[in-house]
């Protein structure tokens, strides 16, 4: 069994601690599952920029493999943030350089290699809608994280996407659990395989068409936990894993046990998530704090 990130990636700056992480929704979750036991690789587009060269450097180090993807001239994006009462705050987004930004093209040979993994995750920041139904022709399981905006919940947006998504993912914290239900059934009846719903400390349900599974959350104590940075990503790695290893595939769908196992054992990864700094640690200082707390495009040239 072996998972593939397939997109996004991103800095993640905490303005509180003056310092740069690796992060992004298909990074996070490539370096989750293989921390969970699995063989995992990244592919995507790189910044030729110290931030790039830094976020590729972190994937390698955690035993990610990252050969495929590829490095374009131009900036990274940086998402800005701050932790409050253990919640990480977000501030504001740099989308990073044009050419960055741009999708990386599946030509026939990556096409290949991504068949080659048992489940290929991707998400709505990562540009790859195009390239599903190609990508679920060909064989593997996809899991695609829908986030938590309403543009990606319309219902033309769940028509081009779901048909091809063997698990979709939704962030629902901010609604009660008859409009999540409802939004599970929704993405279900509209081609996704089975949807997921994680409502932070509400805990998580799960629908595959037939019954939908409910588990609580494990609860961590704010005053010893670090942030929440990728606790929803480290919930569908654990959940994941689980129904891989319980044979879940295409000619197999998980059983209800399956899935409240799956759900108890993706409760278990976030929670030991809220202890690690930003998605997997591996942090640096940011510019500003590098250089006595100005900006070195502020400082006048020697």
Request: net charge negative; charged share 20%; aromatic share 8%.
């Amino acid at each position: 069994m072996n998972v593939l990130g397939f997109g996004d990636n991103t800095v993640d700056r905490f303005v509180d601690r003056g310092t740069d992480y690796p992060g992004g929704n298909c990074v996070n979750v490539a370096v989750y599952t293989h921390r969970l036991g699995l063989d995992a690789a990244y592919l995507g587009v790189f910044g030729d920029d110290d931030l790039g060269t830094a976020l590729r450097t972190a994937l390698v180090a955690q035993g990610v493999a990252v050969d495929r993807s590829v490095v374009r001239e131009g900036t990274t994006s940086v998402s800005t943030l701050h932790v409050q009462d253990g919640d990480r705050v977000f501030l504001g987004y740099d989308p990073g350089g044009h050419a960055v930004r741009r999708a990386l093209p599946l030509t026939p040979a990556l096409l290949t290699y991504a068949a080659s993994f048992t489940l290929v995750h991707s998400s709505v920041y990562s540009r790859t809608e195009a390239v599903l139904p190609r990508l679920a022709a060909a064989g593997p399981l996809i899991s695609f994280d829908f986030s938590d905006e309403e543009e990606y919940r319309t219902p033309a947006y769940l028509d081009r996407v779901c048909p091809h998504v063997d698990l979709a993912l939704l962030s629902c914290s901010h609604l009660d659990e008859t409009a999540t239900r409802a939004l599970l059934t929704e993405a279900v009846r509209r081609g996704a395989g089975m949807a997921l719903a994680t409502r932070g400390l509400d805990g998580a349900l799960v629908y595959d068409g037939r019954t939908t599974t409910a588990a609580p959350a494990r609860v961590a104590d704010p005053a010893s936990m670090s942030d929440t940075m990728g606790c929803g990503d480290a919930f569908l790695a654990g959940f994941a894993v689980s129904l891989l290893r319980d044979g879940w595939s295409r000619r197999a769908a998980p059983t209800p046990e399956a899935l409240e196992h799956a759900l108890h054992q993706g409760a278990r990864a976030a929670y030991h998530q809220c202890f690690v700094e930003a998605a997997f640690g591996f942090g640096w200082p940011t510019p500003v704090a590098r250089t006595g707390g100005r900006d070195p495009s502020e400082q006048a040239p020697c």
